[in-house]
């Protein structure tokens, strides 16, 4: 069964830094578009970022130039960096596996980021 375990978040204060981690088990991690999903609470669940197995990212502009997705196939991980973070960052982050060829999709439990002084 596939597993995603995020990890790396917490309570920051305004203008700091996170970095979250996604590590993924079970699964040919070269082979899934690896993303980061958010959700406040009373919003639905929104994209922030993704990176294609040949590393091409794209992220949501209410993120762009603050958040930076990366991965390491080696370690199966996949990263979201956030700088500069705000009040409004404060969420649920999501990691969510999606393979590239096939309809399959998994998402992981979620780790809680809270941003406030």
């Known amino acids: 069964q596939v597993q995603l375990i995020e990890s790396g978040g917490g309570l920051v204060q305004p203008g700091g830094s996170l970095r979250l981690s996604c590590a993924a088990s079970?699964?040919?991690?070269?082979?899934?578009?690896m993303g980061w999903y958010r959700q406040a609470p009373g919003k639905q669940r929104e994209w922030v970022a993704t990176v294609t197995s040949a590393s091409v990212t794209n992220d949501a502009d209410s993120v762009k130039g603050r958040f930076t997705i990366s991965r390491d196939n080696a370690k199966n991980t996949v990263y979201l960096q956030m700088n500069s973070l705000k009040p409004e960052d404060t969420a649920v982050y999501y990691c969510k596996a999606m393979h590239e060829v096939k309809l399959a999709s998994y998402w992981g439990p979620g780790t809680q980021v809270t941003v406030s002084s």
């Open positions: 079970r699964i040919f991690f070269s082979m899934y578009t």
